[in-house]
């Protein structure tokens, strides 16, 4: 894969939620979390600037493949949901609140979440992010993503075959004895 490698350690707790949880639970959760993202980080991750009662909306129809939640100081400070659009292909979205931006938890959250992916059977994660959001933009040129151009936005498409298959190639081998 082009760029840096994947997988750097995450300094956060992570907490993985998926179809087994409860889905009242998960969905509450996430309108907690939407409704703690500030005016620019909700463009950024719904691509405009949906009222708290649009928000609350999304959330209680929210039904994702899986939930991948980063904790900071008892809360959770950014998440990545997951929704199965076909057979093998996975539609991605990621959030941090605006105070824990610039700290590695979107990336945290992108790594794992890309890794935990592609081990359940995706073979393909899509992204719609945009054009402003140089961030994500960094994270998935990493993981040698597609990148279509459309007005604003930004359609990315990411094989996760290849990103499973360059985590298992970076992980260390059996320590010598």
Partial sequence: MPGAALLSPCP?????????EDLSLLRSQLKVHYRS???????LRFLGEPSTEALDRLADR??????LE???????????EAYATSPGHVEVAISVEDGYQGRGL???LFEEG????????????????LRENTALLHLVSRAGARLRMEGGEVHI??????????VRGAEPGPAAQ
């Fill in 106 to 108: 979107g990336r945290a």
């Fill in 12 to 20: 956060y707790p992570l907490r993985l939620l998926d179809e087994h």
């Fill in 114 to 129: 890309l890794v935990l992916l592609a081990s359940r059977g995706f073979r393909t994660a899509d992204l719609v992010c």
């Fill in 157 to 166: 498409s990411i094989e996760l075959g290849q990103v499973l298959d360059h």
């Fill in 70 to 80: 980063l904790v900071e100081e008892g809360a959770v400070r950014a998440v990545l």
């Fill in 37 to 43: 993202l500030g005016p620019r980080s909700r463009r």
């Fill in 62 to 67: 929210a039904d994702p493949e899986l939930v």
